[in-house]
């Protein structure tokens, strides 16, 4: 399976919160999918701890070894996904979402995420 997580899932994983069902954090786990991260996750994350809005228990480098350690791939804009992105319609607001959005409409992958309104795009969602 290949699977793009939003932002709170990987944050949820990275931090052992329970509010990530068993199920879903045993299907990031299984070496046999390739979990992905959005650039545009890494770069929401950065930009709210900057800020104040956010706060892990470690360093943003912490965060990206871990990354790499669990085998994360971290998926890049690329021009398709913008090209995705300018035809979505506005159901979601938020600009770091809709580039989530796009990239797994483009990429034609699940998504892991709680957020509802991303099922309006069409999306395979697993929660």
């Known amino acids: ?6 932002t709170h899932t990987l944050l949820w994983f990275y931090s052992g919160d329970e509010s990530l069902p068993d199920s879903l954090r045993r ?3 299984n070496p046999d999918n390739l979990c992905f991260i959005s650039i545009a996750s890494l770069w929401e994350i950065t930009i709210k701890m900057g800020i104040g809005k956010l706060e892990i ?6 965060l ?11 998926m890049p804009i ?12 506005y159901h ?3 600009p770091f979402d809709r580039l989530i959005i796009a990239q797994a ?4 992958i699940s998504i892991a995420t709680r957020d509802s309104v991303f099922s309006t795009y069409g999306l ?4």
Not at 57 to 62: A, L, Q, R, W
Not at 105 to 108: A, D, F, G, V
Not at 124 to 127: C, Y
């Open 1 to 6: 399976m290949r699977l793009l997580l939003d």
């Open 27 to 29: 299907i990031i786990s």
């Open 57 to 62: 228990d470690s360093p943003i480098t912490e």
């Open 64 to 74: 990206f070894s871990f990354l790499d350690r669990n085998r994360f791939w971290v």
């Open 78 to 89: 690329e021009l398709e996904h913008l090209v995705q992105l300018q035809g979505l319609p």
């Open 92 to 94: 979601h607001k938020d």
């Open 105 to 108: 409409l483009s990429e034609n």
């Open 124 to 127: 395979r969602i697993i929660w």
